[in-house]
């Protein structure tokens, strides 16, 4: 499903280079759920942003469904960002003068689909995060971590081959942030989603089966928890 192959990057700024990930290799398959786990500084952003073909690597491949990325010109990959991955980030991203609902059929609006069809779509996901009784109210009504369940329904309505989530659960107090792991994880395992979650917090990382840690831009463990959950 994602393949990264021998990844590196380099920032350069005005002739300062600044080296942040060094051969960075690893695959996930269809249906795994990853924590992406690293101190502050360690290059989370980073390989997410190269991940999500928000920026191109100094050296390595990025192939998602067998698909390099890295070589893909603007324009395929905005179509190919807006189809294939979907997106969890720390704080939202709803748009407020938007109902939930709406926010949810947003990315399906661009793909130019139906109006009927996009709202029984955001309709179904919205009744699947726990939210069908909230689906015509905006987001200021709802709390963080309903406002989080809205962001979670609207990164699946495309029916992505991968959805990466950013802190999903930064903003979030403890028991909200059991609550939407808990949801991740049954969404991952009724839907069959791929999740690869950036996270620094290590109790967030002990919910997924594999965490894949990151050290000064270095990949120092790939494990899956020994004993973990059923
Ligand atoms: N545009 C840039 N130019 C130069 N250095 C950068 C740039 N962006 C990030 N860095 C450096 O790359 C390193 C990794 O940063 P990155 O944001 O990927 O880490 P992170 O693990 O996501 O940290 P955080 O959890 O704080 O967001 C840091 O040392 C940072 O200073």
Redesign the pocket.
């Known amino acids: 499903m994602l393949a990264v192959e021998k990844l590196s990057h380099s920032?350069s700024?005005g002739g300062e280079i600044?080296p942040?990930l060094h051969h960075i290799d690893f695959s996930v398959d269809k249906g795994e759920m990853v924590a992406l786990l690293?101190?502050?500084?360690?290059?989370?952003?980073?390989?997410l942003n190269l991940m999500a073909g928000l920026m191109k690597p100094t050296s390595g491949r990025i192939l998602i469904g067998g698909i390099g990325i890295e070589t893909m010109n603007e324009n395929r990959l905005a179509e190919f960002r807006r189809s294939q991955i979907g997106f969890i980030f720390q704080s939202y991203e709803l748009i407020p003068h938007l109902t939930v609902r709406e926010n949810v059929e947003l990315p399906l609006v661009f793909q130019g689909m139906k109006a009927k069809l996009r709202r029984d779509k955001a309709v179904s996901l919205l009744a699947k995060v726990g939210l069908g009784e909230k689906t015509e109210m905006f987001p200021s009504q709802l709390s963080g971590g309903q406002q989080q369940r809205v962001s979670i329904a609207r990164s699946l309505v495309t029916e992505p081959a991968i959805v990466f989530a950013d802190e999903p659960t930064g903003n979030l107090d403890t028991k909200t942030e059991k609550e939407i792991i808990d949801l991740l994880i049954e969404l991952n395992r009724t839907l069959d989603i791929t999740f690869v979650i950036v996270t620094?917090e290590l109790e967030v990382a002990k919910r997924t089966r594999r965490v894949i840690q990151?050290r000064d831009?270095r990949l120092v463990e790939d494990a899956v928890w020994a004993g973990e959950d059923d």
């Open positions: 920032f700024n600044t942040v690293g101190s502050s500084g360690s290059g989370k952003s980073t390989l620094h990151l831009g």
